[in-house]
């Protein structure tokens, strides 16, 4: 079983930056990848960035590439996302979420096992 607990969002002006975490709770946090996704109304999930559980190897969507940086603190086990120079379309609810054990990091919501209650950003023009 594996908890997970977002913060750090909040609303700031376009061109600003927040920085996510998610801490987990249980054992296997080590060996999952973890990813974040997000939400904006009427629209559906989207993929955002995801780092894998072997090498810490990352993966982002085009549209935030450049922009956010996903990393990993195993012995704190939190994932975070450092959110630089946001944008009025970044606005969403965004969720941490954890893979199957010894599973690549995928861009794909079905690969992940154990979703966070997700934290609100907004970013005003």
């Known amino acids: 079983q594996v908890q997970l607990v977002e913060s750090g969002g909040g609303l700031v002006q376009a061109g600003e930056s927040l920085k996510l975490s998610c801490a987990a709770s249980g054992r296997t946090f080590r060996s999952r990848a973890m990813g974040w996704f997000r939400q904006a109304p009427g629209k559906e999930r989207e993929f955002v960035a995801a780092i894998n559980w072997s090498d810490s190897r990352t993966y982002y969507a085009d549209s935030v590439k450049g922009r956010f940086t996903i990393s990993r603190d195993n012995a704190k086990n939190t994932v975070y996302l450092q959110m630089n120079n946001l944008k009025p379309e970044d606005t969403a609810v965004y969720y941490c979420?954890?893979?199957?054990?010894?599973?690549?990091?995928?861009?794909?919501?079905?690969?992940?096992?154990?979703w966070g209650q997700g934290t609100q950003v907004t970013v005003s023009s």
């Open positions: 979420a954890a893979s199957y054990p010894i599973r690549p990091y995928s861009t794909d919501y079905r690969e992940y096992d154990y």
